[in-house]
């Protein structure tokens, strides 16, 4: 997520408390894990996403079926 709302991974320890991409990031990532718990039962992003079995394509297809169906994005 970090890399499609700014084209490179960012940390959280260095972004500024006043960090517009923050906010964000934030809502993307709460989005995205509402879309994945409602749509295919996955309600913890870290441990899916570190499994071996999620492979960068399906994380890539996840993301991007999301995105389709994000119509209102709260920023």
Known sequence: ?????WGKVQRFETFRVDSVGLGELVETR?????WLAWNRGITD????NDDPD?????VVLL???????????PF
Do not use: K
């Open 1 to 5: 997520m970090e890399r499609a709302i």
């Open 30 to 34: 709460n989005y995205f894990c509402d």
């Open 45 to 48: 992003l870290g441990s899916w």
């Open 54 to 58: 999620t492979t960068a394509e399906t």
């Open 63 to 73: 993301l991007r079926t999301a995105a389709d169906e994000w119509t209102e994005p």
